[in-house]
């Protein structure tokens, strides 16, 4: 199972909106409604911002959005603030032989 | 709070085994709700799953690392153990513990990780 594919890189000043995207095939992205995304600061673990494409856990600001069309998964940050910038990786289920299928990773910059 | 501690050495040779474990306290790790899970990170790399298991025994590997890679739980001492074989330098990655959230595919806890090198 190939990672899914991430933009390497997204920036925004802040207050803006920036958004990531997520591609991967009909047998992961595309079949399932399993998509998660994870925050991470240098040094740091993943912290978990979206699960199930679009529900957000507790605690998580409700500037980060996820959405999903088709074989693509998007994370919208709105409202950009210094604290988001930040590398960003989306996972996906991919049926039960590849459980967590990773993406290659988004490094979000705050201008 | 739960929280996830790994540990182990931070340096194996080359074609032993990595040997970790994962302490978690403020969750048994025989509630029914979840599987407990190996990731992975090489530096400068994308995150990789390794497995998960769960209480009952029951566990999912990455077909990747299937052949090499063994995880188990220590009930009594609420820790889950990783063990991978035959490393290379290739393996050389900061390892993370986690919580699976099986029923809807996610990892909600996360421990701070620790770095294994693969060196002679």
């Known amino acids: 199972q190939s990672a899914l594919t991430q933009t390497p890189s997204a920036s925004g000043s802040p207050g803006q909106s920036v958004t990531i995207s997520c591609t991967g095939t009909?047998?992961?992205?595309?079949?399932?409604?399993?998509v998660s995304w994870y925050q991470q600061h240098p040094g740091k673990a993943p912290k978990l911002m979206i699960y199930?494409?679009?529900k957000r856990p507790s605690g998580v600001p409700d500037r980060f959005s996820g959405s999903k069309s088709g074989n693509t998964a998007s994370l919208t940050v709105s409202g950009l603030q210094a604290e988001d910038e930040a590398d960003y990786y989306c996972?996906?289920?991919?049926?039960?032989?590849?459980?967590?299928?990773f993406g290659t990773g988004t490094k979000v910059t705050v201008l | 709070q739960l929280q996830l501690q790994e540990s182990g050495p931070g340096m194996v040779k080359p074609s032993e085994t990595l040997s970790l474990t994962c302490s978690v306290s403020?969750?048994?790790?025989?509630?029914?709700?979840?599987?407990w899970a190996w990731i992975r990170q090489a530096p400068g790399k994308e995150l990789e799953w390794i497995g998960s298991?769960?209480?009952?025994?029951?566990?999912n590997y990455n077909p990747s690392l299937k052949s090499r890679v063994s995880i188990s739980m220590d009930t009594s001492k609420n820790q889950v153990s990783l063990r991978l074989s035959s490393v290379t330098a290739a393996d050389t990655a900061v390892y993370y513990c986690?919580?699976?959230?099986?029923?809807?595919?996610?990892?909600?806890?996360w421990g701070q990780g620790t770095l294994v090198t693969i060196s002679s």
């Open positions: 199930e494409v679009t």
């Open positions: 996972t996906s289920y991919a049926g039960s032989n590849s459980l967590f299928v």
């Open positions: 009909s047998n992961d992205i595309g079949d399932y409604n399993y």
């Open positions: 403020g969750d048994s790790i025989r509630n029914d709700l979840y599987y």
């Open positions: 986690a919580r699976d959230r099986r029923k809807y595919y996610y990892l909600d806890y």
């Open positions: 298991t769960f209480h009952t025994g029951t566990t």
